[in-house]
């Protein structure tokens, strides 16, 4: 089973940018489709984008299209959200998701992700 802590958090201005990475341990992240969510206070937890476990397929919430990119690094067995001119709506705590799945679906869904890191922290001021 995989095992997932996320880093790259942090306290930035409307219009940053930050790297927010998820490490993986005991099983390679090729075995597993990958996903960030957010949540912010008082709010549900939130689908932001996903990687299907072939690295061919990714797919983003709209608020995000165009600014986030996920990726994967298989040399280093972590999956990354880059996110661009963030704005105070991103404000959230980023959890890295992932499951398995031997299928081409790619899933926006939290009930589909077996395994959840603890989140990192993300605050964007104006």
């Known amino acids: 089973q995989v095992q997932l802590v996320e880093s790259g958090g942090g306290s930035v201005q409307a219009g940053d940018s930050l790297t927010l990475s998820c490490a993986a341990s005991?099983?390679?992240?090729?075995?597993?489709?990958m996903g960030w969510f957010r949540q912010a206070p008082g709010k549900e937890r939130e689908f932001v984008a996903v990687?299907?476990?072939?690295?061919?397929?990714?797919y983003y919430t709209e608020s995000v299209k165009g600014r986030f990119t996920i990726s994967r690094d298989t040399g280093k067995n972590t999956v990354s959200l880059q996110m661009n001119s963030l704005k105070p709506e991103d404000t959230a705590v980023y959890s890295c998701g992932a499951y398995s799945t031997p299928y081409y679906y790619t899933s926006a869904l939290p009930t589909d992700f077996q395994l959840w890191g603890q989140g990192t922290q993300v605050t964007v001021s104006v």
């Open positions: 990687i299907l476990w072939n690295g061919k397929t990714t």
């Open positions: 005991g099983r390679t992240i090729e075995e597993y489709t």
